[in-house]
């Protein structure tokens, strides 16, 4: 897994037949059975998470990445999105208490302290956890995995919300509501 975790993804070759360890591949056994939980998710999406599991029953474990995610009402929420290592999940995490939090939050000096406090902990003892006015911080590991089928890597499914229509299509919207102009029609040649 060390050798996984420090593999330069832009040089990746994904090749679910590729030969594991013994640890790889008990996590990728477990995680090409993996799909979304009936009552956690609206049924299109359960249904289409485990329709690839049997669409696309191999899959490539992709580096492994770290996030920043935050206890809210008794559940993990994500804080951050997934990024290289923990420590860089940690300085963001600093930065958002330093700069983001204060603003965003409107915070009194006494809490925008707090939160530069908690900053400076997190530069000067790389905690995975931290609380700061009773909001709980953790630094988590993120696995994931590339579903393949025999003709390839799985593409979106019929439920993956996309809220960006096509270049032309939202050029074509946006003319129509006056927000962008006519494209300029090259004069006829004179012959």
Not at 159 to 166: F, K, L, Q, T
Request: cysteine-free; proline content about 13%; overall charge negative.
């Amino acid at each position: 897994a060390e050798e996984r975790d420090s593999f330069p993804a832009g040089n990746m070759v994904a090749d679910p037949s590729a030969p594991t360890g013994p640890a790889e591949a008990a996590l990728k056994v477990e995680l090409l059975t993996a799909h979304y939980p009936r009552a956690g998710v609206p049924a299109p999406v359960y249904d289409d998470s485990i329709a690839a599991v049997h669409s696309h029953p191999n899959g490539v474990l992709l580096p492994t990445r770290y996030a920043v995610a935050e206890r809210v009402g008794g559940t993990w929420q994500p804080f951050t999105h997934a990024i290289d290592t923990p420590q860089h999940a940690r300085d963001t995490l600093a930065f958002s208490f330093r700069y983001v939090q204060p603003r965003i939050a409107q915070l009194t000096a006494e809490q925008a302290a707090a939160y530069e406090q908690a900053a400076d902990h997190l530069d000067a003892t790389r905690p995975d956890e931290i609380t700061v006015l009773d909001r709980h911080f953790r630094i988590t590991r993120v696995e994931t995995l590339l579903r393949f089928s025999p003709e390839g890597p799985e593409g979106p499914r019929p439920s993956d919300y996309d809220p960006d229509p096509p270049p032309e299509a939202h050029a074509a919207q946006l003319r129509a509501q006056g927000r962008l102009p006519e494209p300029d029609v090259p004069p006829a040649s004179a012959t």
